[in-house]
């Protein structure tokens, strides 16, 4: 039944749903350490190279059905929202000192 199949997909997206929601806060909790260290040794918190080099490595092992622009869009607002976690923790660094 197509209803079936349905649900079926919807609780394969479910449990990948999940995944993604673990690698995001894993990711986050390594970008708020990078913070850290960039702000101890007075780099900026946007590096506009390594978002680069980011997005180009991606382009490399994309394989679809996302296209390169797609992967673009999504990468970017992780990157945003990475830099508002840096933030943060600039953030609480400043009212310790
Ligand atoms: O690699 C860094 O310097 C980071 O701060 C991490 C990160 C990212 O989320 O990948 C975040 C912000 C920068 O603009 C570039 C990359």
């Known amino acids: ?3 079936e ?11 990948i749903n999940l995944e993604i929601l673990k690698l995001l806060n894993i990711r ?3 970008v708020q350490k990078i913070g850290q260290v960039k702000m101890e040794i007075g780099y900026t918190l946007i590096d506009a190279k390594r978002e680069k ?3 180009q490595n ?9 296209s390169n622009q797609q992967i673009t869009a ?8 990475s830099i508002e976690l840096q933030k943060e923790i600039f953030n609480i660094k400043r009212m310790k000192d």
């Open 58 to 66: 991606l382009f490399l092992h994309n394989q679809g059905p996302f």
């Open 53 to 55: 080099e980011i997005l």
């Open 74 to 81: 999504i990468f970017q607002e992780i990157f945003r929202q």
């Open 28 to 30: 986050g909790r390594i």
């Open 5 to 15: 199949q349905l649900q079926f997909l919807r609780e394969k997206l479910d449990k």
């Open 1 to 3: 039944m197509k209803k």
